[in-house]
């Protein structure tokens, strides 16, 4: 209790931690504080409505925790937020239209959690990528792969007659076309496996200076993406080399092991269509892995994007690579 009175506090960092309970109700007591972060804890129940008073908060994370509810419309009185992180929960029901006011908003990820309905369409959610609601099946509207839709409790007979007739039929021609296409594949003889790397593509290990000029510092300008145990750059080295550095965050727990485990397993794969493992950096303080770096983008911009289109076939392609790579594995 006596934490939640210190009203001038003006950060709260608690990340990384095994705290387990729920948020107080008195958490907006704290009205002076700028930065709360709470992840990577096991925090559950729901988010306080008190949450919405703290109107000096820029910043906050409550990712990576077991947090229930919805998210709240008070979030929407936070006049001055400008990031928050409520990923990797058990969240549900509608994202507020109340966040559309928040004008100095520019990061809201809610992937990974259990929300529905349509995205805000206003306000800072007109900046904001599908990577930001990734992995919320209910999500529709906007950016999304899926156009918001309406719940009728009746369909007109045009609809009907779409679900009865031409999906079955569609169904039946793709599972039809996956067949020809597999079979195609067998005749060509396509080895699923393939040798061990050539030896030219076995580098030396990098140094951490290398990696940190070929990555410009690690700027935002290059990062590709996040995982549970850090963050993948673009780096361009010496002769224009251009590779994938996945860079481990070694204040999480685990991410030493994972790292020796990543290297022995991907030291030990041979298979055409997984990432290849080139070279590594390691000392005290910084661990990264250097990958084949996959220059066409990511496979959701190509399926969810409406600035790209793949045709049937190619589809049909990558399942099938898909598939020969989790054989494999």
């Known amino acids: 209790m006596s934490l939640w009175s210190l009203k001038d506090l003006v950060e709260l960092d608690f990340s990384n931690n095994s705290l387990v309970g729920s948020l107080p109700p008195y958490f907006g007591n704290l009205n002076a504080i700028t930065v709360v972060d709470l992840s990577r804890n096991h925090l559950s129940g729901s988010i306080p409505t008190m949450v919405g008073d703290l109107q000096k908060l820029i910043y906050l994370s409550l990712a990576f925790n077991e947090l229930q509810g919805s998210i709240l419309e008070s979030l929407g009185k936070m006049i001055s937020l400008e990031s928050a992180d409520l990923s990797n929960n058990i969240l549900s029901v509608m994202i507020p239209k109340s966040l559309e006011a928040l004008r100095y908003l520019k990061d809201f990820n809610v992937s990974f959690n259990r929300l529905e309905g349509e995205i805000p369409s206003k306000g800072p959610f007109l900046n904001f990528t599908s990577q930001f609601f990734m992995g919320n099946e209910e999500l529709c509207g906007g ?84 995982g549970g145990f850090g963050s993948v750059y673009k780096g361009i080295f010496a002769n224009w080399m251009v590779l994938a550095v996945k860079e481990f965050n070694l204040q999480i727990e685990g991410a030493f092991k994972s790292f020796d485990t990543e290297c022995e397993v991907l030291r030990n794969l041979r298979q055409r269509n997984l990432t290849k493992a080139i070279s590594s950096c390691t000392n005290m303080d910084f661990k990264a892995l250097l990958l084949e770096y996959m220059p066409n983008g990511s496979l959701e911009q190509w399926l969810h994007s409406d600035d790209y289109f793949l045709n049937m076939i190619q589809r049909l392609d990558i399942m099938v690579d898909v598939a020969s790579a989790l054989e494999y594995l």
């Open 143 to 226: 950016f999304l792969f899926r156009p918001f839709k309406a719940r009728l409790v009746h369909h007109s007979w045009r609809s009907r007659f779409l679900l009865i007739v031409l999906v079955p039929l569609a169904v039946s021609f793709m599972g039809l076309g996956s067949i020809v296409m597999f079979m195609f594949r067998r005749c060509r003889n396509v080895p699923t496996q393939v040798e061990s790397l050539p030896a030219t593509t076995i580098l030396a290990r990098i140094s951490y200076i290398e990696i940190e000029r070929a990555t410009q510092g690690f700027d935002q300008c290059n990062l590709l993406g996040h």
